[in-house]
């Protein structure tokens, strides 16, 4: 079987690197890819927003299974065009990506489905939501842009002033274009956060091992919110007990919560979690593999990718058998352009690859980044994911870094604790 894996990030990267591992897959697309599936798999110069152009690819080149890795065709009904051709789709459709594509809509559905999250007003325009800042008391809030941004359309607060500038920067300034049109401000929720996300078939869950990202861009979780800048798993913060409660709680009522509302969910359900002495509160929800959490998760997945990927299209994801995981963690660390999140410079040749390649457990995979003259080059913020497998936490953070080292190119830079938190949490339970 052909499979065409959407995308040009580091998620793609991982999701063709694990197809391409599979026995019944004869050959894999990535559209439009990065110079990391261009070893790994084969690109194709199509951009995720051509949907005409992936549609006439998967029927000339008879491709049997197309996964969707980004949110943004997700958003805008690319599963929709798919299937209208009679092609077979991974992901879900336009009106079930509402889940993520609008912060508003999503918290709607899950107060009205009674899961837990924070307390939340929304907004149409900058002056309502300036007026009910001034009027409540200052207190640390978190303000959010409505719809799609990349990741970054989420302000943490700590006082009103902050909160005022964020919603001057969203909704007045624009910084994430129409996504701002309406927002939501939020009460900040105490606790850790993690992410645990599933496979459904709107019928069946099957739930991954949980993960946890790192969002802010600097160490001890300092500075503006990225897209992630490293992940791990599984995280001790949510054993099975807690697993199982978040199955129960939040997983469950959402899918049958977006059945009854007519947009019966198929695909990955991402539920980020905020771990609260009151218990799990949802923060959000993401309708795809998360970035990065993806790459420790499909570095740790035993199970046939294709055959889980595959149950789901039809329907048929109780027939699964529990899935098999590498017992040991991974550790992914995004190495990052100068100035990301904000403005950054690309074209800087890349050096070391080889060299990390060859440490044991070792992973490297591409995120933004391009080919020129045979050389890699970074192309993006976020540029590389080095991802490694180790006999414990510790173990694997110290592969994933040491293989950073060997990795240079002009203004690279990284969080140095990735999954620090995890081993505070080992260490505190006397592991």
Known sequence: MKVLVIGGGGREHALAWRVSQSPRVSRVFVAPGNAGTAEDAENVEILSSDFAGLIQFARQNNVGLTVVGPEAPLATGLVDAFQREGLRVFGPNKAAAQLEASKVFCRDLLRNADVPGADYRTFRNADDAIRYLNEREDSPIVVKADGLAAGKGVVVCTNRQDALDAVNQIARQKVFGPAGDRLLIEERLGGEEASVLAITDGRTIVTLQPAQDHKPAYDGDTGPNTGGMGAYCPTPLIDDERLHWIEEHVLVP??????????????????????????????????????????????????????????????????????????????????????????????????????????????????????????VISAGGRVLNVTALGDSIPKAKLQAYTAVKAIRWDGAWCRKDISDKAIRHASRAGM
């Open 254 to 375: 959402t899918v049958h919560a977006m059945k009854r509302a007519g947009r019966p969910f198929y695909g990955v359900l991402y539920a980020g979690m905020m771990i609260t002495n009151q218990g799990p509160r949802v923060l959000e929800f993401n309708v795809r593999f998360g970035d990065p959490e993806c790459q420790p998760l499909l570095m740790r997945l035993k199970t046939d990718l294709v055959d889980l990927l595959e149950a789901a299209v039809d329907q048929r994801l109780d027939e699964i058998e529990s899935l098999v995981w590498d017992t040991r963690p991974a550790v992914c660390v995004v190495m990052a352009s100068k100035g990301y999140p904000g403005a950054y410079e690309t074209g800087f040749p890349i050096r070391g690859l080889e060299e990390a390649a060859k440490i044991p457990g070792v992973k490297v995979f591409h995120a933004g980044t391009a080919l020129k003259d045979g050389k």
